[in-house]
């Protein structure tokens, strides 16, 4: 079981910026962030391999940056230029399966290949972006 704990969230408004947090104890060789927004399934934002590579969703690209610290083992996602639409709840999740491709891990930004049961989860901060 990888253990994943959050932090960074908060309300801010309209075209500000923040970073979240989430300390691993595993060694996931994915690890991605998700949001899920009131009414909404769940989405995923932004995916890292463990051989560096990133993807991001359309709707977040050239706002948001997924990084890793190995010394901290700790996954980071740092958000600009916030919008409304950005308010939702927002989860680290490491994948279970090592090792994996990128192909798979970059998987979690595409609705139809996310399989949540594949995934280990964090327990969620709250963003909301007042406008």
């Known amino acids: 079981q990888e253990d994943l704990v959050e932090s960074g969230g908060g309300s801010v408004q309209a075209g500000g910026s923040l970073t979240l947090s989430c300390v691993a104890s595993?060694?996931?060789?994915?690890m991605a962030w998700f949001r899920q927004a009131p009414g909404t399934g769940r989405e995923g934002v932004a995916s890292?391999?463990?051989?560096?590579?990133?993807n991001y969703v359309d709707s977040v690209k050239d706002r948001v940056t997924i990084s890793h610290d190995n010394a901290k083992n700790t996954l980071y996602l740092q958000m600009t230029k916030l919008k409304p639409e950005d308010t939702a709840m927002y989860y680290c999740a490491a994948h279970k399966t090592r090792p994996l491709s990128p192909t798979l891990c970059h998987g979690a930004t595409k609705p139809q290949f996310f399989f949540p049961s594949l995934w280990n989860w964090g327990q969620g901060t709250q963003i909301t972006v007042s406008s």
């Open positions: 595993g060694a996931a060789h994915c």
């Open positions: 890292m391999h463990s051989d560096g590579s990133t």
